[in-house]
T-cell receptor, first 114, second 116 residues
Framework: DQQVKQNSPSLSVQEGRISILNCDYT??????FLWYKKYPAEGPTFLIS?????DKNEDGRFTVFLNKSAKHLSLHIVPSQPGDSAVYFC?????????????FGKGTKLSVKP | KAGVTQTPRYLIKTRGQQVTLSCSPI?????VSWYQQTPGQGLQFLFE???????NKGNFPGRFSGRQFSNSRSEMNVSTLELGDSALYLC???????????????FGNGTRLTVT
C-alpha cells in the first residue's frame, strides 16, 4: 500500500511558466516532507523540505506548500527552466522516526520545453 | 565537502553469486542509509546504520545485509543473487540523530547492479 503517491508520472511545461508537482500521502504520522530531483545516472539531489508545523517553505524559485487537512503537498517552480527537466520525488518521514528512513513516491518526470 | 561516494558505479553478476557495495558518507555524517531503486517500485528503504548499529530495516529478505565501520563508511551485501535484484542501489548520509531536528538525506550516485 503506497503511503506517498505522485499520481502524475509526467508533466510538460513551457520555459518561463510555472511547474506544479503534486504529492498525496495517507499517513497522518508523517512530520517532515522533502522534495528531491534526479537526473539520469545520478543520485537524487535534495531540493527543499517542509516541517508539518508549517504550510509553506520557499527557496529561490522553489516553493513547497503543505495542506495537512488534505494530506497533500505541492512543489512550485517559478519560472521553469530547461535545466529543471528531471524526475522529481517527494518523500516523507514518520514523527519520531530517523532521518534515514524516508518513504518515497514513485516520481514525476518534468519536461521543460524551450 | 566531498559528497557521498559509492563504489563501484556498475556491476554485472550472475544469479547465485554474492555482491558487496561500498559507501563513504559525507565527512561528519554518522547516519548511512541504503535504498533500492527499480522502475516499478521506485526508491525503497533497505536499512539504516548509525554509529555502527543498524537502527532501522526495510522489508527486504535476509539476503540483504549491511554493516557500518567506525569511520562511518558502510557496505551492503547481497547473497544468492536473483534476477530481480537488478537495480540501482543508492547510499545516503545524514547528519542528524533519530528524532532530533530534521535534516535531509544526501545521496550518492549509486551502484547499478545487473544480475544475469
Amino acid at each position: 500500500d503506497q503511503q506517498v503517491k505522485q499520481n502524475s508520472p509526467s508533466l510538460s511545461v513551457q520555459e518561463g511558466r510555472i511547474s506544479i508537482l503534486n504529492c498525496d500521502y495517507t499517513n497522518s504520522m508523517f512530520d517532515y516532507f522533502l522534495w528531491y530531483k534526479k537526473y539520469p545516472a545520478e543520485g537524487p539531489t535534495f531540493l527543499i523540505s517542509i516541517s508539518s508545523i508549517k504550510d509553506k517553505n520557499e527557496d529561490g524559485r522553489f516553493t513547497v506548500f503543505l495542506n495537512k487537512s488534505a494530506k497533500h503537498l505541492s512543489l512550485h517552480i517559478v519560472p521553469s527552466q530547461p535545466g529543471d527537466s528531471a524526475v522529481y520525488f517527494c518523500a516523507a518521514k514518520y514523527y519520531g522516526g530517523s532521518q534515514g528512513n524516508l518513504i518515497f513516491g514513485k516520481g514525476t518526470k518534468l519536461s521543460v520545453k524551450p | 565537502k566531498a559528497g557521498v561516494t559509492q563504489t563501484p558505479r556498475y556491476l554485472i553478476k550472475t544469479r547465485g553469486q554474492q555482491v558487496t557495495l561500498s559507501c563513504s558518507p559525507i565527512s561528519g555524517h554518522r547516519s548511512v542509509s541504503w535504498y533500492q531503486q527499480t522502475p516499478g517500485q521506485g526508491l525503497q528503504f533497505l536499512f539504516e546504520y548509525f554509529s555502527e548499529t543498524q537502527r532501522n530495516k526495510g522489508n527486504f529478505p535476509g539476503r540483504f545485509s549491511g554493516r557500518q565501520f567506525s569511520n562511518s563508511r558502510s557496505e551492503m551485501n547481497v547473497s544468492t543473487l536473483e534476477l530481480g535484484d537488478s537495480a540501482l542501489y543508492l547510499c545516503a548520509s545524514s547528519s542528524s540523530k533519530q528524532g532530533a531536528n530534521n535534516s535531509p538525506l544526501h545521496f550518492g550516485n549509486g551502484t547499478r547492479l545487473t544480475v544475469t
